[in-house]
């Protein structure tokens, strides 16, 4: 019960004390709730923090990996528009910082792949610069073929593996 | 710290009645040497026999809780395992031969290892010093001669004994091939767990036969491509600590990691000279990689080239004056050849297919490299990229490093599939005795160093 409720209702028991001859002709009306309601934890939309790494990925939906060919590390048009939508969101959130990790397939050797994916790497960065991002805020790492994501020796998980992916820095 | 001494015992003659022909039994398969290829049209196929080394007296010991005894019979393993898997003995060890007593060990009783067959005959002794030391003599004999052919002494601390059995097997080996020693060696590499899309990856070292194994980072960041430097003090490794590409020193005897490069670039790929003073690595920068060396102590990089490709990894030659890299500034990953303060680069590799992980052999006469056709195969070439042989056949054995004599390459293999799982063999230089070298688990990126002195 909140305060206003019970000093009206304090205050009304004293007016039937003060008064008990005297019968109020009328009762004073019930309390009215004007109280501001006490904050309750109202569920906000639930999911990673604005600009965050992982609010990142969840925005990108998928958007934030560009594939490549074999030995090549030059952006497509379907890599330009992943990189747009990336883009957008890091010139949004202006304190997001990003590296962006370079791979390769399996059937390279592992010094040469490191390179190649530094390669591939740097051109999404260079990319991205160009679309405005500052590059103070941008970073490249290669893993080579170190880190697949689809582990069959086949065409479909080197296509998968061949990739430049831009990771939002929490 | 081995001493040499010159041994000289008494001979004991004791007569032995002859004891019937026995077949000397097929070689037993032991130890960390696996063999799941042997070609049998060996040249040669020397008998030789090491029986159970002796000791004078059974003493107690830290390399044996049984004692010198016990110690003896495991240094004729050591050894005996060590010369297996080679075309030129066929050796039968000390488990299928009677155990020759201690004086026997300088006076063999030729007459009884003539009538099992054997040719050759290694017999051995450990005794423990007063300082706790152990001594252990080894001895080669030529059985038809009736005549010693060589024998070498050491003098090794209790850690140290498999040292002792090495040097032995050397000894025997270099004696009888006319090649330099290399079993007394150790090998740096990377231990693998864990699924192919989740691998960990350990920096570990080992003897050249597997023994001795120990891990020296702990996982939680990948280590790659370990070079130990000519003297085994160091290891340099490419290592991913701080989500960054770092070369790092680490030093066997304190622990300690120290940065090779101070650079905001990654770098990768380290190598040693090879009088261990310079160290070339690769810097991948904008889209380029290239190489540079670097003083080991520390100072001031030098650029060696400038190409707009890939420009990565790198061997001396093992006087020095020379690198073979790779490049890929021709189209595709080719090797090429430069002198060591990067001038007169050329490209040696015109063969078809692309040309990866060159490697100088120490001998100077041969660079092995992985020969990317579609597969991967280990090969060699000469410094001029001719006679080029293959050594293996399988889906991906990569990135050969050579035994400290130039005899034998080894490698790592990988699995083809989901598993992807790697793990280390060795070839001899002929393309036999294809062999796998058992780690604890899985393995790959093998450095072999040189013969500790």
């Given at each position: 019960?909140n305060?206003?409720?019970i000093?009206l209702?304090?205050?009304s028991a004293l007016?039937?004390?003060?008064c008990?001859?005297?019968?109020p002709?009328s009762l004073p ?7 501001t309601p006490?904050p309750t934890?109202?569920?906000?939309p639930s999911?990673?923090i604005?600009g965050s790494?992982?609010h990142?990925?969840q925005v ?5 990996t560009?594939?490549?060919?074999t030995?090549k590390?030059?952006?497509?048009s379907?890599?330009a ?7 957008q969101?890091?010139l ?10 370079g791979h390769?397939?399996?059937r390279?050797?592992r010094e040469?792949n490191?390179?190649?994916g530094?390669r591939r790497a740097?051109?999404?960065k260079?990319?991205?610069v160009?679309?405005?991002?500052p ?5 490249t ?7 697949p994501?689809?582990?069959a020796s086949?065409?479909?998980a ?13 | 710290?081995t ?6 015992a008494?001979?004991?003659?004791i007569?032995?009645p002859?004891?019937?022909q ?6 037993e398969d ?6 799941t290829?042997t070609?049998?049209?060996?040249w040669q ?10 000791t004078?007296r ?5 390399a044996?809780a049984?004692g010198?005894?016990a110690?003896a019979?495991?240094?004729s ?6 010369l ?5 003995f ?5 488990d ?6 201690y004086?026997?060990i300088?006076s063999?009783?030729?007459g009884?290892?003539r009538?099992r067959?054997?040719e050759?005959?290694v017999?051995?002794f450990?005794?423990a010093?007063?300082?706790?030391r152990?001594?252990v003599?080894?001895?080669?004999y ?10 070498g002494?050491?003098?090794v601390?209790?850690a140290d004994?498999?040292r002792?059995?090495h040097?032995?097997a050397?000894l ?8 330099s020693?290399?079993?007394?060696s150790k ?8 699924p ?5 990856k350990r ?6 036969d597997g023994?001795n ?13 370990p070079r130990y430097?000519p003297d085994?003090?160091k290891?340099?490794y490419?290592s ?5 590409m ?9 622990g300690?990691?120290?940065?090779v490069?101070?650079?905001?670039n990654?770098t990768?790929a ?10 070339l ?6 889209g ?13 990089p030098?650029?060696l080239?400038?190409t707009?490709?890939?420009d990565?990894g790198?061997s001396f ?12 500034r ?6 090429y ?7 007169n680069?050329?490209r040696?590799s015109?063969f ?5 992980t060159p490697?100088w052999?120490?001998?100077g006469d041969?660079i092995?490299?992985t020969?990317i ?7 060699t070439m000469?410094?001029?990229g ?14 050969p490093t050579?035994?400290p004599?130039?005899?034998i390459v080894?490698?790592?293999r990988?699995a ?21 070298l ?11 160093g040189?013969?500790?002195?």
């Open positions: 019960m305060r206003i409720a000093a209702t304090a205050a007016a039937l004390s003060a008990a001859k005297k019968a002709e009306p019930d309390p009215v709730d004007t109280s006490t934890v109202t569920p906000t999911g990673p604005e790494g992982a990142f990925r990108m939906a998928g958007q934030d560009i594939f490549f060919d030995d590390y030059d952006i497509d379907q890599d528009a992943a990189l747009r939508s990336q883009a969101y890091l949004q959130y202006t304190q997001a910082r990003a590296t962006i990790e390769a397939d399996e390279g050797t040469y490191l390179a190649l530094e740097n051109a999404a260079n990319y991205l160009s679309l405005g991002v590059a103070a805020r941008l970073s790492i290669s893993y080579g073929k170190e880190r994501v689809a582990t086949n065409e479909s080197w296509a998968q593996n061949r990739r430049a992916v831009t990771v939002v820095l929490n | 710290m001493v040499r001494f010159a041994l000289l008494s001979a004991l003659l007569a032995v002859a004891s019937a026995v077949a000397l039994p097929p070689a032991e130890g960390g040497l696996s063999v290829v070609d049998e049209n060996a196929d020397l008998q030789l026999a090491i029986p159970s080394f002796a004078d059974n003493q107690p010991t830290p044996n049984q010198t005894g110690l019979l495991e240094l393993r050591v050894v005996y395992n060590d297996q898997f080679n075309s030129l066929r050796p039968t060890g000390p299928s031969l009677p155990r020759p007593a004086a026997d300088t063999p009783q030729f009884t290892w009538g067959g054997a050759m005959l017999q051995g450990v005794r010093q007063d300082d706790g152990l001594m003599g080894c001895y080669l030529d059985v038809a001669l009736n005549d010693e052919l060589a024998r002494g050491w003098v601390q209790p004994w498999r002792a059995a040097k032995c050397d025997v080996y270099s004696r009888l091939s006319g090649e020693p290399f079993f007394d090998i740096a590499y990377i231990a693998e767990t864990g192919k899309d989740n691998r960990v920096l570990a070292i080992m003897d050249s023994a194994h120990r891990f020296i980072t702990n996982g939680q960041s990948t280590a790659l491509t430097s085994y003090s290891i340099a490419l991913y600590v701080g989500e960054r770092r070369i790092y020193v680490y030093d066997v005897g304190s300690r990691q120290t940065l490069t101070e650079s905001s990654a990768m380290p190598r040693w000279s090879p009088d261990g003073r310079t160290i690595y690769s810097m991948a920068t904008g380029n990689t290239d190489i540079y060396t670097v003083p080991a102590t520390g100072g001031t030098r650029r080239t400038d707009p490709g890939i990565v790198g030659s093992p006087d020095g004056r020379r690198i073979v890299f790779e490049s890929d021709s189209g595709t990953q080719q090797c050849v430069m002198d060591a303060d990067g001038s680069q050329r040696i015109f078809g297919g692309r040309c990866a490697e052999s120490p001998r041969l092995a490299f020969h056709t579609g597969n991967f195969r280990i090969a000469t410094p001029s001719g006679g080029v042989r293959h050594l293996t056949n399988s889906w991906q054995d990569e990135a050579w035994s004599n130039g005899r080894q490698f790592f990988t083809q599939g989901s598993s992807g799982e790697s793990s280390i063999w060795q070839v001899d230089l002929t393309g036999r005795n294809e062999r796998r058992r780690t604890p688990v899985g393995a790959s990126d093998p450095a072999w040189p013969v500790l002195p």
